[in-house]
């Protein structure tokens, strides 16, 4: 059973520190910890089309608002972390999903999805509170990300940031590889063995 407070000590012995008695320590590693772990968790989840964190769902339409060039505009799906692609009802259609695009709500207070296709479904990210339902390898991914974040605020050491990094592409990598192996349905296989999200960070 994996609990956020496993993830954040697995991240503090990357960075040199012993472990959190409790999530809610009053040390500054705690602190820093609480401070890090949702963002770096959601990055994680953001870079690949995650198995455990997949969802598609029917999206609501937004009757108030408007974009010219876009037949339907619908709501941004709440805990959306990516939308990957826009589909029919019946799944069929080209494998890249229809086209669409994003943009500000009238009041600028959200995100809208555009796009050409009546009764749309969206195929997206979803963000995940509950660190169980990671698997294991994506749990070192997220403790490596955090070692990364946390790295020059507690260690305030370039060089170990760079470290930590290094090794979050690593893990990332082998994790996005047996995820993507976890699937019956045939894909078509990126050959470069490289995630474009990554590698512009590299």
Same mark, same amino acid.
């Given at each position: 059973?994996?609990?956020?407070?496993?993830?954040?000590?697995?991240?503090?012995? &990357?960075?040199?520190?012993?472990?959190?008695?409790?999530?809610? $320590?009053?040390?500054?590693?705690?602190?820093?910890?609480?401070?890090?772990?949702?963002?770096?968790?959601?990055?994680?989840?953001?870079?690949?089309?995650? &198995?455990? #964190?997949?969802?598609?769902?029917?999206l609501?339409?937004d009757?108030?608002?408007?974009?010219?060039?876009?037949? /339907?505009?619908?709501?941004?799906?709440?805990?959306?972390?990516?939308?990957? &692609?826009?589909?029919?009802?019946?799944?069929?259609?080209? &494998?890249?999903?229809?086209?669409? $695009?994003?943009?500000?709500?009238?009041?600028?207070?959200?995100?809208?999805i555009t796009t050409?296709?009546?009764? #749309?479904?969206?195929?997206?990210?979803?963000?995940i509170l509950?660190?169980?339902? /990671?698997?294991?390898?994506?749990?070192?991914?997220? $403790?490596?990300?955090?070692?990364?974040?946390? #790295?020059?605020?507690l260690?305030?050491?370039?060089?170990?940031?760079q470290?930590?990094?290094?090794? /979050?592409?690593?893990a /990332?990598?082998? $994790?996005?590889?047996?995820d993507?192996?976890?699937?019956?349905?045939?894909?078509?296989?990126d050959t470069s063995?490289?995630?474009?999200?990554?590698? #512009?960070?590299?």
């Amino acid at each position: 059973m994996t609990d956020v407070l496993e993830i954040y000590n697995l991240a503090l012995l &990357k960075l040199g520190f012993m472990p959190l008695a409790s999530e809610s $320590a009053s040390t500054r590693e705690g602190q820093v910890c609480r401070l890090t772990y949702p963002a770096s968790r959601d990055n994680v989840l953001e870079l690949h089309e995650w &198995k455990f #964190a997949h969802r598609i769902e029917p999206l609501d339409l937004d009757v108030s608002a408007s974009v010219p060039g876009w037949s /339907f505009c619908y709501t941004y799906p709440i805990g959306c972390l990516r939308i990957r &692609k826009i589909v029919p009802s019946t799944g069929d259609g080209p &494998k890249s999903g229809a086209p669409f $695009a994003l943009f500000s709500s009238p009041g600028g207070h959200e995100k809208i999805i555009t796009t050409n296709l009546e009764n #749309a479904y969206a195929s997206y990210t979803v963000r995940i509170l509950d660190p169980n339902v /990671f698997p294991r390898s994506v749990v070192d991914v997220i $403790a490596w990300k955090m070692a990364s974040d946390m #790295a020059i605020a507690l260690r305030g050491d370039p060089k170990i940031q760079q470290a930590c990094y290094t090794n /979050f592409l690593a893990a /990332f990598r082998m $994790a996005s590889g047996l995820d993507a192996r976890e699937d019956s349905r045939q894909w078509p296989s990126d050959t470069s063995g490289q995630n474009p999200y990554l590698e #512009a960070r590299g």
